[in-house]
């Protein structure tokens, strides 16, 4: 168990609809990032938050935004969904060291499953 | 920009066999390089990694070395077991972003056969 929570595990949806994914990163981590996995296009990085502040912003489409709340939970909304949209989201947090950024271990939630049908 | 190359899946072994998945990448400044693993059904774990050049990552028998004259970070473990099958993500952090992202490679799939 990474320590990161992802709900829900699985989506199923229609074209044209609004969605929202949670996730819950360890205890203690401050940063949160968001990736797309998906067949053609493998594992994308799409946005990351630092502490309730947009960090870097990655291949993510104006339909998708995201957030960090004050207790540090994320919420990535996925609108005007198209079939393309279907995809595994993970969310990763970390502690995000301000003395070695590139040192950060990134630990992994088990994903939500999105289908648009 | 940066990027991850691996080799291409699927790759079938039999049991106790030798492992060798390519990764090479291109990237500026100093990344920290990663191997991941997802076992079917769940999400990405941290298998190994390795910040500066010559730099050996090892973990359950799995190893890597970060070879900045080659730019690769092979990975490599001597004797596989089915519990191994899985897909593995070869990765790197561009220190120079000041963000810690992560670029992956497109994964490599890996079957042990008893």
């Known amino acids: 168990d990474s320590g990161v929570t992802q709900t829900p595990k699985h989506l199923i949806t229609a074209t044209g609809q609004r969605v929202t994914l949670r996730c819950s990163p360890r205890?203690?981590?401050?940063?949160v990032y968001w990736y797309q996995q998906s067949l053609d296009q493998g594992l994308q990085f799409l946005i990351q938050y630092y502490n309730g502040e947009e960090r870097a912003k990655g291949n993510i489409l104006e339909r998708f935004s995201a957030q960090q709340f004050p207790d540090l939970h994320s919420e990535l909304n996925l609108s005007s969904l198209e079939l393309g949209d279907s995809a595994l989201y993970f969310c990763?947090?970390?502690?995000?060291?301000?003395?070695?950024?590139?040192?950060?271990?990134?630990?992994f939630g088990a994903g939500t499953r999105l289908s648009v049908l | 920009g940066n990027s991850v190359t691996q080799m291409e899946g699927p790759v079938t072994l039999s049991e106790e066999a030798f492992l060798t998945i390519n990764c090479t990448y291109t990237?500026?400044?100093?990344?920290?390089l990663f191997w991941y693993v997802q076992y079917p059904g769940e999400g990405l774990q941290l298998l190994l990694k390795a910040t500066k050049a010559d730099d050996k990552g090892s973990n359950k028998g799995f190893e890597a070395t970060y070879r900045k004259e080659t730019t690769s970070f092979h990975l490599e473990k001597g004797s596989v077991q089915v519990s191994d099958s899985a897909v593995y993500f070869c990765?790197?952090?561009?220190?120079?972003?000041?963000?810690?992202?992560?670029?992956f490679g497109q994964g490599t799939t890996l079957q042990v056969k008893p």
């Open positions: 990237a500026t400044g100093y990344p920290s």
């Open positions: 205890s203690g981590d401050l940063s």
């Open positions: 990765a790197l952090s561009d220190g120079s972003s000041n963000t810690g992202k992560l670029i």
């Open positions: 990763a947090s970390s502690v995000l060291d301000g003395t070695s950024l590139a040192k950060n271990i990134q630990y």
